[in-house]
Nanobody
């Protein structure tokens, strides 16, 4: 059974930091590209950051320079370090694992963790 379990969300003031973690089980973690998405109330889910199997990272323009995605294959965990948080970063953050297969992509999602940035 595949599980992606996010943790580390919470409430923080503008300018603060949070570190999200996503622990994976039931998959060979090292062969999956990992990503963080977020969904704010009334908005579509959007891609925040990705990290490939080889460790190449990519970020949404809105978080570049503030967020850092990383992975620890020994711990089957992907992280999202979020600094200089803004109210517009408020959302539910979801972990995603993905790898290509013959007919497309195999994707798994976590249950999400709430991040609230407010004074």
């Amino acid at each position: 059974q595949v599980q992606l379990v996010e943790s580390g969300g919470g409430s923080v003031q503008p300018g603060g930091s949070l570190r999200l973690s996503c622990a994976a089980s039931g998959i060979i973690f090292s062969i999956y590209a990992m990503a963080w998405y977020r969904q704010a109330p009334g908005k579509q889910r959007e891609l925040v950051a990705t990290i490939t199997v080889g460790g190449i990272t990519n970020y949404a323009d809105s978080v570049k320079g503030r967020f850092t995605i990383s992975r620890d294959n020994a711990k089957n965990t992907v992280y999202l370090q979020m600094n200089s948080l803004k109210p517009e970063d408020t959302a539910v953050y979801y972990c995603n694992a993905e790898r290509p297969i013959n007919v497309g992509y195999l994707k798994y999602w976590g249950q999400g963790t709430q991040v609230t940035v407010s004074s």
